[in-house]
């Protein structure tokens, strides 16, 4: 594509072919914004903490798909006098949740060398840990027959290799990044927000000044409750699970949730679906739908994360809605795992925390407007999704000042700020002049009912594990939440 940034080996930008003015960049070219008007549904899945080398950097091995920017043979990071190359993991679930921290991701990034990776992991370990390979799990690779899915929705839709988690820091850092366009000044996760109820004003309210409808579909309570204190009680209509029985292939449970709460699977298949939908994964094994551990968190079992984007894809894909909608598919930070590219810089209102993204992370984008095995090289942060939901549905909210940035208890809708006024949309990708059937996925859902059939419906082995930072974290949030009087089974 011409025109598009790339980074350069050496960590700089270049722009091959023809450059545009910054301003044209801002704005996007007329063509990418009027192309956003092929679609009137919105859907975002946001997972949890894998890089892109690590989960779709296979896609170059071997000569398959030369045009992405993934693995090639040779990479390796050193670490006391060791090489530990690339490598296919052979376990779809790990036992090490490597460190992913601030500090952590400056030692990974090494100044732009990406040679840091094994040396983060092994710090504070057993000797026994480095001596035993376990730290060399973060220079691992999953594969298409590991990640049939994501294997699937490369090979039939788009595939962005410049997409980067918005902070080279932690989870909620990015996900603030992804809602509301800054986090909370800091790149961890602040001692104080346990839990983490934060006071930044969301994209979401500008949703509703322009009366631009939306749902937030999770299997916790919701992010956004988390994130902005405009939502963090009531708004029930607003909020749903997403699904109200288990998985389409597992078998129904008793959950005892109100028949009235809506879910994303029923709307999807109705037709109901909002402008915007937003979908939390399952981040604790004590949701009232009882499922495992989904959101490719380590330790969780990316089989599981593969179920649930399967099952949001297919519901877009048999339902009535699928001619306008786009999907995205992307995840939140690395988690410590290994990618190639160095992150760029990249503006923002308060540069000296937040002027460098962080790792790449996988980003696949869902559209019957999408040519199959489509590429992009643009960059684009999490602030590219405010970017895209804004510029289709009030593009007037991308409108004002770094000064009318307020944040704190006004409960109005803010000037989304610097980052998400200049990120890239995704408008460049929805280039066909005619919408196209989903392709067949017969084979993924029979492998899933498969599976589905061989397991327990109920929490799996992963539940039994010590809980991560982010599930204390959730599961303190959902309490608090409670305490407040938030009803012990609504989203």
């Given at each position: 594509m011409a025109g598009r940034a790339v980074l350069a080996k050496n960590g700089t930008m270049t722009d091959p072919g023809r450059r545009r003015d910054q301003a044209a960049l801002d704005e996007g070219a007329p063509t990418d914004v009027a192309n956003l008007d092929k679609i009137d549904h919105v859907v975002v899945l946001m997972l949890?903490?894998?890089?892109?080398?690590?989960?779709?950097?296979?896609?170059s091995l071997g000569g398959g798909r030369p045009e992405i920017d993934g693995l090639h043979p040779g990479l390796a990071n050193e670490y006391q006098g060791r090489g530990y190359p690339v490598h296919h993991l052979d376990v779809t679930a790990l036992g090490i949740d490597p460190d992913h921290t601030a500090a952590a991701v400056d030692v990974q990034i090494a100044g732009g060398e990406m040679s840091g990776f094994v040396a983060a992991a092994a710090a504070g370990r057993p000797p026994r840990a480095v001596a035993?390979?376990?730290?060399?799990?973060?220079?691992?690779?999953?594969?298409?027959?590991?990640?049939?899915?994501h294997d699937h929705l490369a090979e039939h839709f788009a595939v962005c290799d410049r997409w980067f988690a918005s902070v080279p820091g932690s989870t909620w850092p990015n996900r603030l990044y992804a809602l509301c366009g800054s986090a909370a000044g800091s790149r961890d996760e602040l001692p104080p927000h346990v839990p983490p109820l934060y006071r930044l004003p969301s994209f979401v309210r500008h949703l509703d000044a322009h009366e631009v409808s939306w749902r937030w579909y999770s299997f916790d309570p919701g992010t956004l409750r988390l994130a902005d204190p405009r939502y963090r009680m009531g708004h029930h209509q607003q909020f749903g699970y997403f699904s109200k029985s288990g998985l389409p292939w597992k078998s129904a449970l008793d959950l005892g949730v109100d028949s009235k709460t809506p879910s994303f699977l029923e709307d999807a298949a109705a037709g109901g679906l909002r402008s915007v939908s937003w979908i939390d994964p399952s981040f604790t094994?004590?949701?009232?739908?009882?499922?495992?551990?989904?959101?490719?968190?380590?330790?969780?079992d990316v089989k599981d994360g593969q179920d649930l984007v399967l099952a949001a894809y297919d519901a877009l894909a048999s339902g009535p809605l699928w001619e306008r909608t786009l999907l995205l598919v992307v995840y939140d930070e690395h988690g410590g795992f290994y990618d190639h590219v160095p992150p760029p810089t990249v503006v923002d209102d308060d540069p000296e925390m937040f002027g460098r993204l962080g790792v790449r992370v996988p980003a696949i984008v869902v559209s019957p407007w999408v040519e199959p095995r489509a590429v992009s090289h643009t960059v684009f942060d999490h602030t590219s999704i405010i970017k895209t939901i804004l510029q289709r549905f009030c593009p007037t909210a991308l409108s004002g000042s770094p000064s009318a940035k307020v944040t704190g208890a006004r409960l109005g809708p803010q000037y989304p700020g610097t980052r998400v006024a200049r990120a890239s949309h995704l408008g460049e990708l929805l280039t066909r002049t005619t919408p196209r059937p989903a392709p067949a996925r017969d084979t993924l859902v029979r492998r899933a009912e498969a599976r589905a059939a061989e397991e327990p419906t109920t929490r799996r082995a992963n539940?039994?594990?010590?809980?991560?930072?982010?599930?204390?974290?959730?599961?303190?949030?959902?309490?608090?939440?409670?305490?407040?009087?938030?009803?012990?089974?609504?989203?």
């Open positions: 949890e903490n894998r890089s892109f080398d690590h989960m779709l950097g296979h896609l035993d390979g376990t730290v060399a799990a973060v220079m691992g690779y999953y594969d298409g027959a590991d990640l049939p899915v094994s004590f949701n009232p739908l009882g499922l495992p551990l989904n959101d490719d968190h380590p330790t969780a539940g039994a594990r010590p809980p991560s930072d982010l599930q204390v974290r959730i599961q303190a949030a959902a309490h608090a939440l409670r305490s407040q009087g938030h009803p012990p089974l609504a989203p």
